[in-house]
């Protein structure tokens, strides 16, 4: 493998709930160095931290009761990467639409939870999504790219703030998004076997 900043990535992945393996795994075949994190003290030293799917309103009050929740609001504001699907993507959130939950409120985003439906709705889709191009590449454009979406409750980006970057939509909602160092996806990229989703996040976190 090629030496580059990625490879030396401590990324964090929240191991509260969800499918934490998974995205552990697909960061160490980017050449990072995954390590799950359950309490507070595990979230010193990180490059760049994972908030998986699950259940948001479970993960926001685990994170409330483990003294984790303002904590990662204080590293996100401070400019450490995060990458959040599904209820990760909802955590990131400013704002849901309906109901009341803890949140990081970190992505000048507005969201609805499991707005595809629920469970027994699950299905995949193909997707078009939005590449930045890497500093210094050509074209410097964005790669308009085909990748699988699996959706499992999803929700989906309602509304986004001028700061915010739309990277892929599914039916006109947005399901994918960037701002800033942060990402976020709707569906789950770490079930599929496709590494770019999770490669372009430590490219953003090594620059």
Request: aromatic fraction near 6%; charge should be negative; proline fraction near 6%.
């Amino acid at each position: 493998m090629t030496a580059t900043p990625e490879n030396h990535l401590t990324v964090g992945v929240l191991a509260l709930q969800g499918a934490f393996r998974e995205h552990g795994e697909a960061l160490e075949k980017c050449g990072a160095i995954a390590r799950q994190v359950r309490r507070r003290r595990e979230l010193a030293g990180l490059d760049a931290l994972v908030i998986p799917g699950g259940e948001s309103t479970t993960i926001g009050k685990l994170m409330v009761s483990y003294h984790m929740l303002d904590e990662i609001k204080g590293l996100g504001a401070e400019g450490l990467p995060i990458f959040g699907t599904c209820a990760g993507l909802v955590m990131l959130a400013r704002e849901v639409a309906e109901g009341d939950q803890p949140l990081l409120g970190l992505m000048d985003i507005t969201v609805r939870r499991n707005a595809f439906g629920r469970q027994v709705k699950s299905f995949e889709a193909p997707l078009e999504i939005r590449f930045p191009a890497a500093a210094g590449e050509k074209p410097a454009a964005p790669k308009v790219l085909p990748f699988p979406g699996i959706f499992i409750r999803a929700p989906w980006i309602e509304s986004a703030g001028a700061g915010v970057e739309i990277l892929a939509e599914h039916e006109g909602h947005g399901v994918a998004a960037l701002q800033d160092r942060m990402l976020v996806t709707a569906f789950h990229p770490e079930l599929t076997g496709d590494l770019r989703l999770h490669e372009l996040f430590l490219r953003i976190a090594a620059g």
